[in-house]
């Protein structure tokens, strides 16, 4: 299991089953309690895991990579309507990218963030319901500095904004950072910042007015635990 969200009746995980190195099959699951859990139908799972699950007034929608689990090469997703069943959505936009975290916007849009399949391009994509999906534009905060790996590792709604968090990796440590949008199609990074210098974050969450992101710290030679905290703009 890999992700997990409230519903109106419980919780629903989603995950993936098979080997470490090779194809894995989707899975979803449901729960009442959080004890007992039941898994949930999915059309075609194959060669897919599910990585998140937004949940909006429309229902729910989980963001899937594709291929093998060492190596993804694309993404698609899986939406059901409010109490009804799944469906599985192979979009051309997703399709050209790792779709790794989504959200839902007030309105019930969606936003999804992850990066290309070889990591020089982080990426954003937008759909109205889940059922059709739209690539924000290649852009220079987007992309490394000096044309190496970058990648969004999750997304949240702050305010009338969406904030993004990521990194990108230098020539032997990695750099943690953050963008923000109002659209989700333009991203501005932030600037170089020293409490996130070979750090990757890797989730963050609205807490009142603030937000607060989790991931690790000391790549590529050490992985420790470390949470960062920052007024919401």
């Not at 607060?212 to 949470?227: H, M």
């Amino acid at each position: 299991m890999t992700s997990v969200v409230p519903v109106a009746d419980g919780f629903l995980a989603g995950g993936s089953a098979g080997p470490e190195i090779g194809e894995r099959d989707a899975r979803l699951w449901h729960s009442g309690d959080g004890i007992t859990w039941r898994p949930v139908e999915l059309p075609r799972p194959d060669a897919a895991e599910i990585r998140d699950i937004a949940v909006s007034s429309r229902g729910w929608v989980a963001v899937a990579t594709t291929g093998p689990a060492h190596r993804p090469t694309a993404s698609v997703a899986w939406r059901s309507a409010a109490g009804g069943a799944a469906e599985r959505v192979d979009d051309e936009a997703l399709a050209r990218g790792l779709a790794v975290s989504v959200a839902a916007r007030p309105d019930g849009s969606l936003v999804a963030v992850g990066s290309d399949p070889d990591e020089r391009l982080a990426m954003a994509w937008l759909s109205v319901d889940g059922s059709a999906w739209t690539s924000a534009p290649d852009e220079a905060s987007r992309r490394h500095p000096n044309g190496g790996k970058i990648r969004m590792t999750d997304v949240v709604v702050s305010g009338d904004e969406l904030v993004a968090i990521g990194n990108w990796v230098g020539l032997q440590f990695g750099q943690g950072t953050s963008w923000r949008s109002r659209d989700g199609l333009e991203w501005d990074r932030a600037p170089v910042q020293p409490s996130l210098a070979q750090a990757e974050p890797a989730a963050v969450v609205g807490v009142g007015g603030d937000l607060v992101a989790v991931g690790t710290f000391g790549a590529p030679d050490n992985y420790l635990p470390r949470a960062w905290r920052t007024s919401a703009p």
